[in-house]
């Protein structure tokens, strides 16, 4: 599962706001803003973290787990 601070850093590196989100993902920006009012794991219903997170990889961002080095995002290169 990804963090709410994973979520805000894939937003900006998209440049995206709540509302571009919400309209990507289906997901109500009152329930987004409430999601990244907490800090942690992003809560909430699986369907709607998983909704958020396909949005977000189908637009180019790749979700880094932990692995020593801590949790991140990028932007996935393009192909040529």
Known sequence: MIS?????A???L????QEDLAQASGISEPTIARLESVDG??????????????ALE??????IPENGG??????RKKKR
Request: glycine letters at 16%; proline letters at 5%.
């Open 4 to 8: 709410v601070r994973q979520l805000k």
């Open 10 to 12: 894939a937003r900006v």
């Open 14 to 17: 998209l440049a995206w706001s």
């Open 41 to 54: 794991p992003v809560g909430g219903r699986p369907e709607t973290a998983s909704a958020l997170v396909g």
């Open 58 to 63: 189908k637009a180019g961002v790749e979700f």
């Open 70 to 75: 801590g949790a991140g995002v990028r932007l």
